[in-house]
């Protein structure tokens, strides 16, 4: 799994695993939240590498963070 630097947050969905960033915007029409997602499809050796960090969770899956807008990327 590649590095969570300057990530916020993990989860798991059924069939990935995403890094989520949340980023505050401020403009001329205020402040709102903004979410930068990599959704990176699950292998059994990326779900050892998560478990391996995040097994301490009392739900291991985690949750995403909600968000007025979000972007997405996927890696295969």
Known sequence: MEKVNCTT???RTAD???KQTVI???DD???YLFSRDT???RTT???REYEDAFGFRSNMDGLRIPTK???RRYIY
């Open 9 to 11: 947050n993990v989860y």
């Open 16 to 18: 990935f695993i995403v």
């Open 24 to 26: 505050l915007r401020e």
């Open 29 to 31: 029409m205020g402040a």
């Open 39 to 41: 959704f990176i499809y």
């Open 45 to 47: 050796q990326r779900d």
């Open 69 to 71: 807008m979000s972007s």
